[in-house]
C-alpha cells in the first residue's frame, strides 16, 4: 500500500554536498514519523536521522550532527536528507523508512516501510 522511492544518491569528492529525496505514497505519510538509515558493505544497517510527523522533533547520528540535516515536505509527500562535508566513511547505501505512528524511532524494527536505497559514494 505505502511506496517508498530514494533518490539523489552519486558520486562525490570528499568535502562536497548531496541531496537525498524520498518519494512516498499514500495518504497517511504527514502523520508518519520518517528516517534514514544506511548500510556500508559488510557493515550492519545502522540509523542516520529521524523526523517526527510534523517536522518539529528531529535526532541524529552524532557522526552526522551538524553536516546532515533531516526535512520533509508533507505536503509534497517527500523527506530529505541533505549532506554537506560529505566524507569516505560516509559512503553507504541510503533507505528511507516510515512508520504509522507520529513519532520518530531510531529502532529498525519500529519502520514499516522501507525504500529500495540510494548508493552514496564518497572518494578520497
Known amino acids: 500500500q505505502v511506496q517508498l522511492v530514494e533518490s539523489g544518491g552519486g558520486l562525490v569528492q570528499a568535502g562536497g554536498s548531496l541531496r537525498l529525496s524520498c518519494a512516498a505514497s499514500g495518504h497517511t505519510f504527514s502523520r508518519s514519523g520518517m528516517g534514514w538509515f544506511r548500510q556500508a558493505p559488510g557493515k550492519e544497517r545502522e540509523f542516520v536521522a529521524a523526523?517526527?510527523?510534523?517536522?518539529?522533533?528531529?535526532y541524529y547520528k552524532d557522526s552526522v550532527k551538524g553536516r546532515f540535516t533531516i526535512s520533509r515536505d508533507n505536503a509534497k509527500n517527500t523527506l530529505y536528507l541533505n549532506m554537506n562535508s560529505l566524507k569516505p566513511e560516509d559512503t553507504a547505501v541510503y533507505y528511507c523508512?516510515?512508520?504509522?505512528?507520529?513519532?520518530?524511532?531510531?529502532?529498525?524494527?519500529?519502520?514499516?516501510?522501507w525504500g529500495q536505497g540510494t548508493q552514496v559514494t564518497v572518494s578520497s
Open positions: 523526523i517526527s510527523w510534523g517536522g518539529h522533533s528531529t
Open positions: 523508512a516510515g512508520r504509522t505512528a507520529g513519532a520518530y524511532t531510531i529502532v529498525a524494527d519500529g519502520y514499516g516501510y
